[in-house]
């Protein structure tokens, strides 16, 4: 069974940056298709990047040109960069194997004005 485990949340300014980090156990992780969701209070869970097993990504339209997702096989971890951080940022992110709907447990990033 695939477990992650995600890193690097925390309280930052706006116009700060953050590195999430999402490290996976087990052998399957180059295979899959891997994502950053965001669930913010009140709010539904919502897709901020994703990176398919050859590097190809997608990103929501409100964190492009902020936001990078990139994975390093080798290490099993996926990251996504976060720049120019906004309040509405804030938001327990979570990273997850698409293909197989398992998620981590979350990290908290807030954003303060």
């Known amino acids: 069974q695939v477990q992650l485990v995600e890193s690097g949340g925390g309280l930052v300014q706006a116009g700060g940056s953050l590195r999430l980090s999402c490290a996976a156990s087990?052998?399957?992780?180059?295979?899959?298709?891997m994502g950053w969701y965001r669930q913010a209070p009140g709010k539904q869970r919502e897709l901020v990047a994703s990176?398919?097993?050859?590097?190809?990504?997608n990103y929501a339209d409100s964190v492009k040109g902020r936001f990078t997702i990139s994975r390093d096989n080798a290490r099993n971890t996926v990251y996504l960069q976060m720049k120019s951080l906004l309040p509405e940022d804030t938001a327990v992110y979570y990273c997850?194997?698409?293909?197989?709907?398992?998620w981590g447990q979350g990290t908290q990033v807030t954003v303060s004005s």
């Open positions: 087990g052998s399957i992780f180059s295979r899959h298709t």
């Open positions: 990176i398919t097993s050859v590097g190809s990504t």
């Open positions: 997850k194997v698409v293909s197989l709907g398992i």
